[in-house]
């Protein structure tokens, strides 16, 4: 059992930079959060959620969708049991209800009915 709460959402101005965090719980006898590669996607009004990027377990390997290549970065802190995603020249297309997500799987994270695990999600408005 994974808990997730993001923080970090608000409104920005085209051009502009947010950073997301997102702390995770661990709840699983045995487990940590090193245990977990670890994902954001995201929602836009009245659109599927898709996929944004992930990271896995020690942050050796990170993937990125196109739309947000060399915009945006993931990273983690195993320490502190918290993914960041840092999102730098943003975009109004970029507005949407964003997602942090756990899964033991890295390979299956593109797909988000292949993760088990999510938080509430953290509203990003970007005004042109």
């Known amino acids: 059992q994974v808990q997730l709460v993001e923080s970090g959402g608000g409104l920005v101005q085209a051009g502009g930079s947010l950073r997301l965090s997102c702390a995770a719980s661990i709840l699983a006898f045995g487990r940590t959060f090193s245990s977990y590669a670890m994902g954001w996607y995201r929602q836009a009004p009245g659109k599927d959620r898709e996929f944004v990027t992930k990271i896995s377990q020690s942050s050796s390997d990170t993937y990125y969708a196109d739309p947000v290549k060399g915009r945006f970065t993931i990273s983690r802190d195993n320490a502190k049991n918290t993914v960041y995603l840092q999102m730098d020249s943003l975009k109004p297309e970029d507005t949407a209800v964003y997602y942090c997500?756990?899964?033991?799987?890295?390979?299956?994270?593109?797909?988000?009915?292949?993760?088990?695990?999510w938080g509430k999600g953290t509203l990003v408005t970007v005004s042109s």
């Open positions: 997500a756990a899964s033991s799987l890295y390979s299956g994270m593109h797909y988000p009915e292949n993760v088990p695990y």
